[in-house]
């Protein structure tokens, strides 16, 4: 089988990996891809998002599936846009449409979905330059902090977190006057909610599902959770206070409703389903959708399927998801993610890597690299994720911590307390 993946990250670093493991693959191409996705497949110089230039690789390279790992191609409509055009009638696509892309594209329609379904989730509010004195009203009746929560996509930037209801009345005007452009037209607010966050990733053919288990990232960039907010600092999978009972909760009480919800609305949806949860006393309330993978989370989570990926994807486009081989890893994984000095603001890029051929017992995924003149550089924030296998959460955390020891570049910064909370 032909395959093109999307995306530039450690989540398709780990999704090619995957894919590279299946012996039903035949070519796997990777747009734009990585320095990692270079030694595993061939990149392809198209950016996500120009449609024109996919469909005509596409075509002529004889691509029989499209796996579409980050959100902004599935928002704007890459499945409808090669469902549209008969050229492609044979093409496998993991990822939902349109329809179902808005259940990340928009936190409104996500938290209006979850009520009409009866899905565990915070109060809210949503507002408008129109009606942002009932925004204020609603924010009287909350227990700090507060939650703001920009409609659309604001790459990852569009959650604010705050203790004071003055500074959560400016910011709900800054946002709404145009602080995260378009995405910020109208602003959810939420009634925050006290706990433990957790992810829950599942694969859905619109009728049936695969869970493909729990995951815990650290978004903060400094030690304890605290400074900025990062794409994420490292992963653990499965979360250990995640048990049977917790587990039982989050099918019951969310993917199935979820699930159901998409074949009541008429929503075609294949791909990946990401619940982002939080543990409330035993209790799971989802906090967000995502409708692809997360990451960090993509490089604990995918190391412990032990499925042939690609035959779960091809029953996922059949609908025939519900008969498929399904199997789960029971150790854990774990993964540090190294980063560039200065992030999550400024910081240089094209610090020379070392030490990665050293690395003994752990996966490496590429984030932010490339390869120029044969040496891999850095090319991002986030840069590399070390992840590991281990029986217990502390025993793959330390084989990451090993071999974190031996990689180097300029500036190079890391957590080293990840899972210190379970």
């Known amino acids: 089988m032909k395959v093109l993946l999307l995306g530039s990250g450690g989540r398709e670093h780990a999704l090619a990996w995957k894919i590279n493991e299946s012996e039903r693959l035949t070519t796997l191409y990777v747009a734009p891809g990585n320095a990692g996705t270079a030694g595993i497949a061939e990149n392809v110089n198209i950016k996500v998002t120009d ?171 400094g030690e304890g959770d605290t400074g900025l907010n990062t794409g994420g600092m490292g992963a653990v999978s499965p979360v250990p206070f995640a048990d049977e009972e917790f587990n039982r909760k989050v099918e019951e009480r969310i993917v199935r409703p979820t699930i159901e919800g998409f074949r009541e609305e008429g929503i075609d949806y294949k791909g990946f389903v990401f619940f982002g949860l939080m543990n409330v006393a035993g209790d799971p309330y989802v906090i967000e959708y995502n409708v692809r993978m997360g990451d960090p989370e993509t490089e604990v989570v995918l190391p412990r399927l032990k499925t042939d990926i690609l035959s779960l994807f091809e029953a996922m486009a059949k609908g025939e998801l519900k008969q498929a081989a399904f199997d789960l890893d029971s150790r854990f994984c774990t993964t540090v993610m190294l980063v560039s000095q200065g992030y999550p603001g400024d910081y240089e890029k094209g610090k020379v890597i070392t030490g990665l051929e050293n690395v003994e017992g752990s996966i490496v995924f590429h984030a932010g690299t490339k390869l120029t003149d044969g040496k891999v550089l850095t090319n991002g924030g986030r840069v590399l994720a070390v992840s590991s296998y281990g029986d217990t959460m502390k025993e793959a955390l330390t084989q990451s911590y090993k071999n974190v020891a031996k990689i180097h570049f300029e500036g190079m910064n890391f957590r080293r307390d990840i899972g210190f909370d379970l």
Do not use: C, Q, W
């Open 51 to 221: 449609f024109e230039a996919l469909a005509t690789f596409v075509e002529n390279n004889g691509i029989e599936m499209l796996v579409v790992g980050p959100e902004d191609p599935l928002v704007e409509g890459i499945r409808d846009y090669f469902e549209a055009d008969a050229r492609f009638a044979h093409l496998m696509i993991v990822g939902p449409g349109k329809a179902g892309a808005i259940l990340e594209g928009s936190k409104d329609f996500a938290k209006e979905f979850m009520i009409r379904h009866h899905i565990p989730t915070a109060g809210y509010l949503t507002v408008t330059k129109e009606n942002i004195e009932d925004g204020i009203d609603f924010l009287k009746t909350l227990k700090p902090p507060y939650v703001l929560k920009a409609d659309g996509l604001a790459a990852g930037k569009g959650v604010l977190i705050l203790n004071d209801i003055e500074e959560a009345k400016s910011e709900l005007r800054l946002m709404l006057g145009g602080k995260f452009g378009k995405a910020g037209n109208r602003v959810v607010i939420e009634e925050f909610l006290s706990g433990i966050e957790l992810s829950v990733f599942a694969l859905t053919d619109g009728k049936d599902y695969k869970i493909l288990g729990s995951a815990k990232d650290y978004k903060r960039i």
